[in-house]
């Protein structure tokens, strides 16, 4: 199994200048962000369908992640303000939420749509995108195992 996921991987370097906006309002770079670590960038937003059917998984699958060393950023075109954070609180949702405010990680991640899951190696680097959320374990312990 480990040899056919690896075989979905992909190996695209980020932009350096791409920023992302905490809770907040304070601009966080990509490096700060993955801090060395696997990362997950969960691209979503409140107003698409397909990200609020699987935003249940995706608080599911958050502590999976974070037991195995991979980190959760959920990043939204949405404004991050006191109704947004108010409904996640609502649903139960944990994760820490970015806004991509000028469409930066848009533009360097390129995902599909919402939802979208991207993972990066701790340095930074795209190994697999186009995940979903129940897929992400899986594919998170292959970067924390050094594949």
């Given at each position: 199994m ?6 979905n991987?992909?190996?695209?370097h980020?932009?350096g200048?791409?920023?992302l906006?905490?809770?907040?309002g304070?601009?966080q ?11 997950v960038?969960?691209?979503?937003s409140?107003?698409c369908?397909g990200?609020?059917?699987e935003?249940?998984?995706l608080q ?8 195995i060393?991979v980190?959760?950023v959920?990043?939204t ?5 006191a109704?947004?954070?108010?409904w ?5 949702y ?7 405010k000028?469409?930066?990680a ?8 919402t939802p979208?899951?991207?993972l990066v190696?701790?340095?930074g680097v795209?190994?697999?995108e186009?995940l979903?959320?129940?897929e992400?374990?899986?594919?998170g312990?292959?970067l924390?195992?050094?594949?």
């Open positions: 480990r040899t056919r996921l690896a075989a991987g992909v190996r695209r980020l932009p200048a791409v920023r906006v905490d809770a907040e304070k601009a770079s990509l490096e700060a962000l993955v801090g060395g670590q696997p990362t960038f969960a691209f979503w409140r107003w369908g990200s609020l059917q935003l249940p998984e599911r699958v958050s502590g999976e992640l974070a037991r060393g980190r959760l959920a990043v075109t949405d404004n991050i303000d109704s947004l954070m108010a996640m609180r609502e649903h139960r944990s994760f820490p939420v970015f806004q991509d000028r469409g930066e848009g533009a360097a991640f390129q995902p599909y749509g979208d899951h991207i190696d701790g340095a795209v190994r697999f186009r979903r959320a129940r992400l374990p899986a594919y312990a292959l924390v195992q050094g594949q």
